[in-house]
């Protein structure tokens, strides 16, 4: 057991030694790396964000497109039927079938006839 | 140069990006060790600029520019768990270029450290490093961490047994 922590702990001397070894970039180098790589992430997270805000605009602009509701084409005035604004003569008569269908009637008496009843 | 860091980042935090270089030159070699220790060496100092990247879009954030190594240390922490977790494993420095150091060389040849290191977690390995390495108190290892003392001295003992059993060698590992 005693050997085991005696091990441990020679184990961690080590460990020290072996993290604490000097870096490959030197600290001036890293610095320079550092600044240029935020440049970097600067200028891409600004093309990002337009781009985002490009494609939000684009949904929006169809979406609105889409939910504009589609003019109705205005029914166009019949002209009235000719007939219908027709005076009517004595013995006539105007019925309306329906909106559409004027019905006109002449009433006239029959003409007498010959050798009829005095 | 002469600068504190509360000062360097109150210059920072008015767009001054010289007084964030100088920061950075400052604390580069602080940070490197502890990525080291978290990431495995050829990751570390990819994920310490990554941080100090973060860190400088950041600053604006820190309300006491005295605590800024204790700042940024935790973004780098963060970083480095997220980096651990999205397979970038902890890998060992097979063919990369190493400097040599003579004096410290010899302390850390004795063991294959990092590969030790892979067994033991990412939090453990950050907690034994701000202890072993940075010989840091636990409630600012907790600060640090985002953790409490508590669970500072919880990853501590388990990382120390672990430590133990792959040392002990195989019988103690149970192979």
């Known amino acids: 057991m005693e050997d085991e922590r005696d091990r441990?702990?020679?184990?961690?001397?080590?460990w020290k030694a072996w993290a604490e070894r000097p870096a490959r970039r030197s600290p001036q180098d890293a610095g320079r790396r550092?600044?240029?790589?935020?440049?970097?992430?600067?200028?891409?997270?600004r093309a990002v964000r337009t781009l985002l805000a490009t494609a939000a605009l684009l949904v929006i602009a169809v979406t609105l497109g889409i939910r504009r509701p589609r003019p109705v084409p205005e029914p166009t005035p019949r002209a009235a039927p000719p007939l219908a604004s027709a005076?009517?003569?004595?013995?006539?008569?105007?019925?309306?079938?329906?909106?559409?269908?004027?019905l006109y009637m002449t009433f006239e008496a029959p003409p007498a006839a010959p050798g009829g009843r005095p | 140069m002469g600068e504190t860091d509360a000062g360097l980042v109150r210059l920072a935090q008015g767009g001054d990006s010289r007084a964030f270089s100088t920061l950075v030159e400052r604390h580069w070699s602080r940070l490197v060790p502890f990525a080291r220790s978290v990431v495995?060496?050829?990751?570390?100092?990819?994920a310490v600029q990554d941080a100090?990247?973060?860190?400088?879009?950041?600053?604006?954030?820190?309300?006491?520019?005295?605590?800024?190594?204790a700042w940024v240390l935790r973004i780098l922490g963060r970083l480095c768990f997220r980096r651990v977790r999205f397979g970038r494993r902890f890998?060992?420095?097979?063919g990369l270029p190493e400097p040599r150091d003579p004096a410290t060389e010899a302390a850390h040849e004795a063991f294959d450290v990092e590969r030790t290191l892979g067994r033991l977690a990412p939090r453990q390995r950050a907690v034994m490093h701000l202890t072993v390495v940075e010989g840091m108190s636990d409630s600012e290892i907790g600060t640090v961490m985002g953790i409490d003392a508590a669970s500072v001295r919880?990853?501590?003992?388990?990382?120390?047994?672990?430590?133990?059993q792959v040392l002990g060698g195989p019988a103690a590992e149970g192979r």
Do not use: C, N, Y
């Open chain 1, 8 to 14: 441990v702990s020679e184990f961690e001397r080590a």
């Open chain 1, 34 to 45: 550092v600044l240029e790589a935020a440049r970097q992430r600067r200028r891409r997270t």
């Open chain 1, 87 to 102: 005076p009517l003569g004595a013995g006539q008569a105007l019925i309306w079938l329906d909106a559409e269908t004027p």
């Open chain 2, 40 to 46: 495995g060496d050829a990751d570390a100092e990819d």
């Open chain 2, 52 to 69: 100090l990247v973060v860190a400088w879009s950041k600053l604006g954030g820190l309300t006491e520019p005295a605590a800024f190594r």
């Open chain 2, 91 to 94: 890998r060992s420095l097979v």
């Open chain 2, 154 to 164: 919880s990853h501590r003992r388990r990382a120390r047994e672990r430590l133990r």
